[in-house]
């Protein structure tokens, strides 16, 4: 049972547009919400993270929104670079405030594709 | 380099074996945790520790797998009698998060991962 999902397995951008990586959940107790980004060979690296309080948190070319009551959020990367190809994970966690998990739930991931 | 290390990087083992990896977190970082990654899914939780103590086990962690941390520092995980669904990308994380210290921040759920350990069951 997916509890957070990434429909898109792969997404090709040109370089200097707007790229766009989707993720669903269906789990109500998900409070937190992390992106992480992950190359070849190497483990998953932090890129930016948002609360169920927060609509919007940007850091930098990436912007990431929540829909809490669409259980939607998104990850964009404006402009989008040559080095930010790379496979994408959106994470989820409860947090332990009412006692829930403080694991990570990974969505399968969306492999980005800039094309110079 | 200051961040996560794990060893070995590759193991290949027979069916049947057992192996032992090894993880050393980001230092002082309270919080460890183990996952597993199979060819195209995210990473799937196994356990995590605060410190010495095991907090939480995933139903994934069958009887033949075993974490420790025992001076709340490094970390092993232990497969006995392995098979081959237990091929995977093994990866280990740490956080400087402590049990009660309420937060409505979502970064300091941020975990730092390392390189991983891929193990081939033949």
């Known amino acids: 049972d997916q509890q957070v999902k990434q429909n898109s397995p792969s997404l090709s951008v040109q370089e200097g547009r707007i790229s766009i990586l989707n993720c669903d959940y269906t789990n109500s107790m998900f409070d937190y919400f992390l992106w992480y980004k992950k190359y070849p060979a190497e483990g998953p690296t932090f890129l930016i993270s948002i609360s169920s309080i927060k609509d919007k948190n940007e850091d930098g070319r990436f912007t990431v929104f929540l829909n809490k009551s669409a259980k939607h959020l998104s990850l964009h990367i404006v402009p989008s670079q040559p080095g930010d190809s790379a496979v994408y994970f959106c994470?989820?966690?409860?947090?332990?405030?009412?006692?829930?998990?403080?694991?990570?739930?990974f969505g399968k991931g969306t492999k980005l594709t800039v094309n110079p | 380099d200051t961040g996560v290390s794990q060893d070995p990087r590759h193991k290949i083992t027979k069916r049947g074996q057992n192996v032992t990896f090894r993880c050393d977190p980001i230092s002082e970082h309270n919080r460890l945790y183990w996952y597993r990654q199979t060819l195209g899914q995210g990473p799937e939780f196994l356990t995590y520790f605060q410190n010495e103590a095991q907090l939480e086990k995933s139903r994934l962690l069958s009887d033949r797998f075993s974490a420790e941390r025992p001076k709340g520092s490094f970390s092993t995980l232990e497969i006995q009698r392995t098979e081959q669904g237990d091929s995977a990308m093994y990866l280990c994380?740490?956080?400087?998060?402590?049990?009660?210290?309420?937060?409505?921040?979502?970064?300091?759920?941020?975990?730092?991962f390392g390189p991983g350990t891929r193990l081939t069951v033949t």
């Open positions: 994470a989820a966690s409860e947090g332990e405030a009412q006692g829930g998990s403080e694991k990570l739930v």
């Open positions: 994380a740490s956080s400087p998060r402590t049990s009660g210290r309420p937060t409505t921040s979502a970064a300091a759920y941020e975990q730092y």
